[in-house]
């Protein structure tokens, strides 16, 4: 399959179309045709090199994904070739406490895929199956493959941290961020008030 892949730290020149072999899927997993992946600052990043962090070489970034379920193994239940699905790019062991407590981030064998595992720059991309989520037909796959890791730190901030409640106010920097945008989206969602932060007007 064709894929983008760099195999030394540096900018945009390293990276490279490239041919390389198409994933297999085991019993549990799931092979996504990639239809929409979102450039996402971690993608950056990770290609640039992140001090202290070591990633396997090479490697194909892309952590926001969206596509259609192409291939399933034994086990695999809640999808079938043809879904359109959206991929959670954070993934825990599944066994742990902290995974089974929804605080995944937590686990000791927590990894984020196109960061530490190959990513969707590429034709085709391999998941297990609890971290697929299903999509409707509203949006377009660049338009869902814009949500993932956005709205996981957005409401992460929101909901989680600052437990948001209906009535409050939320002031949001950088309103037109990913996680700004999204942010503005949740605090509605939830019944908030939004205040964009808007540059000062000098004369």
């Not at 991929?87 to 960061?115: L, N, R, T, V, W």
């Not at 377009?140 to 437990?163: D, G, I, S, Y």
Request: glycine content about 10%.
């Amino acid at each position: 399959m064709k894929a983008v892949v760099f195999a030394e730290h540096g900018g945009v020149e390293k990276l490279k179309y490239s041919e390389v072999d198409k994933p297999k899927i085991s019993a549990g997993e799931v092979l996504v045709k990639v239809k929409a992946c979102a450039l996402n600052h971690l993608d950056i990043w990770t290609c640039q090199g992140l001090p202290g962090i070591k990633i396997p070489l090479p490697h194909i970034l892309g952590c926001d994904i969206a596509g259609i379920v192409e291939e399933t193994r034994s086990g695999v239940s809640r999808f079938k070739k043809g879904d359109a699905v959206l991929i959670s790019p954070g993934q825990g062991c599944g066994h742990c406490h902290a995974c089974y407590s929804g605080k995944d981030s937590f686990c000791a064998e927590y990894k984020i895929m196109g960061f530490q595992i190959n990513g969707g720059y590429a034709e085709f991309v391999k998941t297990e199956e609890r971290h697929l989520l299903p999509i409707s037909s509203k949006y377009k796959f660049e338009e869902w493959a814009a949500v993932p890791l956005v709205f996981l730190t957005a409401w992460h901030m929101l909901v989680t941290r600052a437990q948001l409640q209906a009535g409050e106010s939320v002031l949001v920097h950088a309103a037109g961020s990913g996680i700004g945008s999204a942010a503005i989206q949740i605090a509605k969602l939830a019944g908030a008030r939004c205040t964009p932060l808007q540059a000062q007007q000098t004369s």
